[in-house]
């Protein structure tokens, strides 16, 4: 599937490619997975957009466990973005006029 999204977030995703190196993906049924990190072992679920480290909760952008574990699957990274990261979201978000409101201090 093909999203757009604006520069800053697709910097961001590469920005987070790079940091895989020192993961290692383990692939696992059903879009579960574990990535090995030095000594920590984080559990990625792809289909849920979730990982242990929660990072990917947080922000709604895959940390690097959860892009390493997408990298050994057939999908790409942005497929796993929140939707409200979408440039479609955004023009939809602010479509319409907003209206200012006076200041109310008077």
Same mark, same amino acid.
């Given at each position: 599937m093909l999203y757009m999204f604006c520069p800053r977030i697709? #910097?961001?995703?590469?920005e987070i490619k790079e940091q895989t190196l020192d993961c290692e993906p383990i692939k696992g049924e059903n879009e579960i997975g574990?990535?090995?990190e030095g000594?920590?072992?984080y559990v990625t679920k792809l289909r849920e #957009?979730?990982?242990t480290y929660k990072e990917w909760d947080a922000i709604g952008i895959p940390c690097r466990?959860?892009?390493s574990a997408i990298m050994i699957t057939n999908?790409? $990274? %942005?497929? !796993? %973005?929140?939707? !409200?990261y979408h440039t479609s979201t955004f023009k939809k978000?602010? $479509?319409r006029i907003i209206i200012p409101i006076s200041d109310q201090s008077h």
């Open positions: 697709m #910097k961001k995703i590469e574990k990535v090995h000594l920590q072992i #957009k979730v990982c466990h959860g892009v999908h790409e $990274s %942005v497929d !796993f %973005v929140y939707p !409200f978000a602010y $479509s």
